[in-house]
């Protein structure tokens, strides 16, 4: 069914009056009314900021207590209290990274009144938690705790954001390599972009380090339960389009944010209208805004830019006193802190974590032996560091210098944040806090105890990317290299692969005129360019269904499920032949097809034959989908999973549906905007599995099918609209 035919069947359903319910809380100024439309939505009036935001923290632990709570003691270092032993490390880890400098200028930095914005919505929270009493989700009493009310500084953790800069992971994967094969050889297997030497630093011996160094920091950023691995890198897809290359005349935004694929589903759809205030999107249900989506007059969606914001230090210890350090021509003491963590399962007893910091940043790893401390510098330290946020900001801009001005303050995660407005404009800024680097490119760890490798304060904003209103009329990005190839400042070079962004922009470029149904199109598209590339490499003796396949990764395509099998069977041979060393990361499969291409033909056909052999032989008469689906599991108890669905794509088409080593979708779109300049009410989303967290809710997997199907929902923005499609009323009253 057609989008616009699914509209029509939905709007045409008898709706009768939305089911009513009015709940009295302490500390609201006025009546504010809730209209939560069939889809799950919120759509929250209020007189004022104060009482918008209390409701919207009110409405998003309605919806979604539980997940927050849990993300709420994963940021403040508090699992073991819920979990036991198995989480003192990285509660630990978290205590490292919370911010502990200045509380004034950590809340400037978000907008004027973000300390009032959040203390509403944390005020909100917990008048949920006292309005539930012992109606809570179902997890608490499987967990055995009840939620405790929140602070404001809970939304103030830095947990959340670290999961989006993993520069320091990069940093020891190269180390490693670099120790093992050499700076060239490392070079090639995991490439930096723009090229750039990896010439250790003087002082610091690589075949010292070893993955341990990083063990705490994997462990605290992984989810705090797990049924299945933890997803792949963060990626993302979005782009603008001039209303001179659309049928409406106005512009188009779409944005498909790619993170964990996850039950309860990771973002959270409101609508926020106050004085002020008049947003619809998308954010975390733990924080207060709407990350993407648009207000009155402008509309914004983001991918993720891989700006390098951590560095590794490898500190020497004084053999005495440890809790010394050495720096130029002396010795430094590390600020000690003790802090107790409650255990379960020791009679809930304290366990005392020491906490370490140098004048670079915490201490992540020691070893005493070797007379080493391991510390990261991040960007996420810093006052504003936050993920997310700076939307505060962002969600009140009208033009495009209001937007600028907004992203001023955007520090973490960096991000290629994409723009449209009722005026016709359209426009790119990348955004983010970049350390400035003068005399090395932070691509390996460093010796911290010379003073040499010292940030030299940030790049501004106007350093980084930025378009506005091209020729070419539209934007796009997809997490590649938007940098120049010459690019002399020291911004990143982990970029991914540009395969996404190569098939928007074709797309894009393939005619005049573009409709809202051809972004849903461009949004699932399941064309792969790499495998294209592999059809034109094949031997004459491979088989007529990859030599004549459109290298399209739909679920129903036999030719997709042999491709992606052969790719897993080549892997090894080619690496084997060439460095018996696999590439790590985002760079793997470009590197090996480097590799197929450097090999004479004769020797190419040999592997390539052997791989299909085996991958014809374990493949059968199955489909791609047979071997790639989603999995909707619940963290905590199977009787609350949903149904899996089979998917198409891949990591390198625009659905981009990274599989695992058992073909499994763990990160992904799992929510989608397409918003029409022209008619807002004629904008669209998605949200899987659904709007609420709570199982047994109507609202719980609802969004599962449309999802499934690559189906849509109007994003309603006017009051008109959203009456019409409301299913529930509430309405919240100041206590008297």
Not at 63 to 71: F, I, N, V
Not at 180 to 190: Q, W
Not at 284 to 294: D, F, K, M, W
């Amino acid at each position: 069914m057609s989008f616009c035919l699914l509209t029509l069947a939905l709007c045409l359903l008898p709706f009768g009056e939305p089911a009513a319910e009015s709940i009295s809380l302490a500390g609201l100024k006025a009546p504010v009314e809730v209209l939560i439309d069939q889809w799950g939505v919120p759509h929250i009036y209020a007189a004022n900021s104060h009482d918008l935001f209390m409701a919207q923290g009110f409405v998003a632990a309605r919806d979604r207590l539980w997940q927050m709570e849990m993300w709420r003691r994963q940021g403040e270092g508090r699992l073991a209290e819920v979990l036991g032993e198995q989480a003192i490390e990285r509660d630990r880890i978290a205590r490292l990274l919370l911010y502990r400098g200045d509380m004034q200028a950590e809340w400037r930095s978000y907008a004027p009144d973000a300390r009032q914005i959040i203390e509403s919505f944390v005020r909100g929270v917990n008048a949920y938690m006292e309005h539930a009493k012992d109606r809570l989700p179902p997890e608490f009493a499987r967990m055995g705790f009840r939620p405790q009310p929140w602070t404001p500084e809970v939304c103030l953790t830095r947990m959340a954001g670290y999961v989006m800069s993993g520069n320091a992971n990069n940093e020891l994967q190269r180390a490693l390599l670099v120790a093992r094969l050499g700076p060239e050889r490392a070079a090639e297997l995991m490439p930096p972009d723009p090229p750039t030497s990896l010439e250790p630093p003087p002082g610091l011996d690589l075949k010292t380090l070893d993955r341990q160094i990083l063990a705490g920091l994997r462990a605290a950023s992984a989810p705090p339960l797990a049924r299945r691995p933890a997803a792949g890198d963060p990626g993302s897809n979005n782009w603008t389009v001039a209303g001179s290359r659309t049928v409406t005349g106005k512009p188009m935004l779409a944005n498909d944010p790619h993170r964990t694929i996850a039950l309860p589903s990771l973002r959270y759809l409101t609508h926020l209208v106050a004085p002020g205030w008049n947003v619809i999107g998308a954010g975390e249900p733990s924080l207060p805004g709407v990350a993407a989506g648009h207000n009155e007059r402008v509309a914004f969606g983001f991918t993720i830019f891989a700006a390098d914001q951590q560095d590794l230090y490898v500190e020497e210890t004084d053999p005495a006193d440890p809790a010394r350090y050495r720096y130029k021509d002396g010795w430094e003491r590390m600020r000690i802190l003790r802090e107790p963590i409650v255990v379960k399962g020791r009679d809930y007893t304290d366990v005392e974590v020491v906490l370490r910091y140098t004048r670079h940043g915490p201490v992540i790893h020691e070893d005493r032996a070797a007379r080493r401390a391991y510390v990261l510098r991040w960007a996420g330290l810093e006052p504003g560091g936050a993920g997310y946020l700076a939307s505060l900001s962002l969600n009140r801009a009208r033009n495009w210098r209001e937007f600028l001005a907004a992203l001023e303050r955007w520090k973490l995660p960096p991000e290629n944040l994409v723009y449209a407005d009722v005026d016709g404009n359209i426009g790119y800024q990348a955004a983010g806090l970049v350390p400035r680097r003068k005399n090395w490119n932070g691509l390996l760890p460093v010796p911290g105890a010379g003073g040499v490798y010292e940030w030299d304060g940030f790049l501004k904003l106007d350093e980084l990317p930025r378009a506005y209103n091209p020729a070419e009329g539209f934007i796009a990005t997809a997490n590649h290299r938007t940098i120049a190839a010459n690019e002399t400042k020291v911004i990143g070079y982990d970029w991914a692969p540009a395969d996404r962004f190569n098939r928007i922009s074709e797309v894009l470029r393939s005619k005049p005129k573009f409709t809202l149904d051809d972004m849903e199109r461009l949004q699932h598209d399941e064309v792969s360019l790499p495998a294209r590339e592999f059809v034109k490499m094949l031997p004459a003796s491979a088989p007529a269904l990859l030599r004549d396949w459109d290298a399209s990764l739909s679920r129903d395509s036999a030719a997709a499920a042999l491709y992606e099998v052969t790719l897993r069977k080549l892997r090894p041979k080619v690496f084997a032949r060439e460095s018996a060393e696999e590439a790590p990361g985002r760079s793997g499969l470009a590197v090996m097809f480097k590799l197929l291409r450097k090999m004479p033909p004769a020797e190419r056909n040999e592997v390539m034959e052997a791989a299909l052999k085996e991958a014809s032989a374990e493949v059968g008469e199955k489909r791609w989908g047979d071997l790639h689906k989603a999995a909707f599991q619940h963290p905590l108890a199977a009787e609350f999973d949903l149904p899996s669905v089979a998917r198409g794509g891949d990591a390198t088409t625009p659905n981009a549906t990274s599989p695992d080593a058992v073909f499994r979708q763990t990160s992904g779109a799992s929510f989608r905007e397409i918003i029409d300049l022209g008619d807002w009410d004629r904008s669209r989303a998605s949200n899987v599995p659904g709007q609420s967290g709570v199982p047994g809710s109507a609202h719980y997997g609802d969004l599962l099918p449309l999802w499934s199907e690559g189906k849509y929902f109007p994003l309603l923005y006017s009051r008109q609209a959203v009456e019409k499609a409301s299913k529930e009323r509430l309405r919240l009253v100041p206590a008297r």
